[in-house]
């Protein structure tokens, strides 16, 4: 499992949502990644979940990519 599972993903947001609010909305469209120790990086930096998207410093239409931690532990 990893990044290509999911491809293409695009939600809606404000950017004073917490960045929490947009993982949980997509582990619902993807489950299996809340078996896992992910991490979520834009531009090469880490994103913090419980920071909006301005505080995050994420913009409209930045990649946002996901990785998972020690999956051979799972």
């Known amino acids: 499992m990893g990044m290509q599972d999911i491809g293409h993903f695009n939600l809606i947001c404000k950017n004073t949502d917490l960045f929490i609010t947009l993982e949980e909305r997509l582990y619902k469209e ?7 120790d992910t991490y979520f990086q834009v531009n090469t930096r880490k994103i ?7 505080e995050n410093g994420i913009k409209n239409n930045d990649i946002i990519n996901v990785f998972v931690l020690d999956e051979n532990n799972y």
């Not at 993807?30 to 896992?36: A, E, I, V």
């Not at 913090?48 to 301005?54: C, G, H, N, W």
Request: hydrophobic share 30%.
């Open 30 to 36: 993807f489950p299996k990644f809340k078996n896992y």
């Open 48 to 54: 913090k979940r419980f920071k909006t998207l301005d």
